[in-house]
């Protein structure tokens, strides 16, 4: 199968990057209309939106995933659209009725990120229990068996530690089993992908890092017996005519780095992580320059001209890579940009990647 394009709403205010460089890119209802319908048209297959509630890395304003979903899900015809989720804000019973609603407007295009939680501020603001590290991603997977016994049962009955269903119905039921994405790069994150989800996201790092994380989540996937999971990997995108010019535009988003905001991103998740068992997690190894953008897009490497960052994402197609994730710094130009300029290529090589391989 070819490799699948999706790209990070930005309902959040402030753009991809914690950065005070000026982006073409806004966080309105009408803004992200309109980056939907571009993308749908340029070739992506996903739109993920993310979940925020309160301001964090400087981004005063945002928008609730899944209402903006409902929205988008009305105003596009093929775009797949993912809603991040926060179990702990959410009971799994009314997400499961909210996401087949979407599912429903969207007619079998709606999916759902399960996003175990690193911002404690956000759970102490709202007068909630804030979990140790691994009883985070406990509650997580019950979330998603929840999810999955309420879009599957005529009337689901469910007892665990977190959550409780007493002959629950749910119709309409979803046009389609919407997919389930998760994220995570500590080893309760790496266990509850080999158990429970469809998608397994990791944060941007080089070829040989995610290749670790999804040679480790396969052999705990085929540990428990269950089917084959697809991998997505987050990327920051900076495509330019020159490669030079494409590296100067991620010097002036370094250079214009909102140092505080930086620094409070980082103190918080390094806190996150450091609460796990073994002592670390997704950000554990990111140094200032990574966390500028806030999931390690720059590490990835889709920085370049069109044919460079073409044959990178080939490159992340041979390891394992189905999804590729991507952020953008004006998101008025670069996101079509991508769809014009780079999908083509990568669908090129792609083409040219099965015609060597057959004739091996």
């Known amino acids: 199968m070819g490799l699948q394009f999706a790209y990070w709403a930005p309902n959040v205010s402030g753009g991809l990057v914690i950065s005070k460089l000026p982006q073409k890119t806004g966080w309105s209802f009408e803004d992200n209309k309109r980056y939907a319908q571009i993308a749908e048209e340029n070739g992506f297959d996903y739109v993920l939106l993310q979940t925020r509630f309160f301001a964090s890395y400087g981004a005063e304003n945002q928008l609730e995933a899944s209402a903006l979903a409902s929205a988008l899900a009305a105003s596009t015809n093929k775009l797949k659209i993912i809603t991040a989720v926060l179990p702990g804000l959410w009971h799994p019973g009314v997400m499961a009725k909210i996401i087949s609603t979407i599912d429903h407007i969207s007619n079998g295009r709606a999916a759902i990120n399960i996003v175990s939680g690193w911002f404690k501020g956000e759970f102490n603001g709202y007068g909630e229990p804030w979990l140790d590290h691994d009883e985070r991603y406990r509650r997580s997977e019950e979330f998603i068996e929840v999810l999955r016994e309420m879009w599957t049962k005529e009337r689901a009955t469910y007892q665990g530690d977190f959550y409780r269903l007493n002959n629950a119905p749910l119709k309409p039921k979803p046009i389609r089993h919407p997919f389930i994405f998760q994220g995570g790069s500590s080893k309760a ?10 998608v397994y996201f990791t944060n941007g790092g080089t070829l040989a890092e995610i290749k670790e994380q999804i040679d480790e989540v396969r052999a705990l996937r085929k540990a428990n017996g269950k089917n084959e999971i697809k991998f997505g990997v987050n990327g920051f995108v900076i495509v330019r ?4 010019e494409a590296k100067q535009v991620l010097r002036d988003i370094i250079v214009n780095a909102d140092k505080e905001a930086v620094e409070g991103f980082r103190d918080s998740v390094q806190a996150a992580g450091a609460s796990s068992p073994e002592g670390k997690g997704m950000w554990a190894e990111s140094a200032f320059e990574d966390l500028v953008q806030y999931n390690d897009g720059f590490k990835t490497g889709l920085i370049g001209t069109a044919e460079q960052v073409a044959d990178r994402i080939i490159e992340l197609k041979k390891i394992g890579i189905d999804i590729v994730l991507t952020g953008y710094l004006h998101y008025e130009e670069d ?6 300029k780079v999908i083509p290529l990568v669908r090129e090589k792609e083409l040219n990647l099965r015609e060597s391989i057959a004739n091996i």
């Open 189 to 198: 994150a790496k266990e509850m992908a080999g158990r429970a989800s469809d």
């Open 241 to 244: 005519d020159t490669e030079e």
């Open 335 to 340: 996101l079509k940009a991508f769809g014009e």
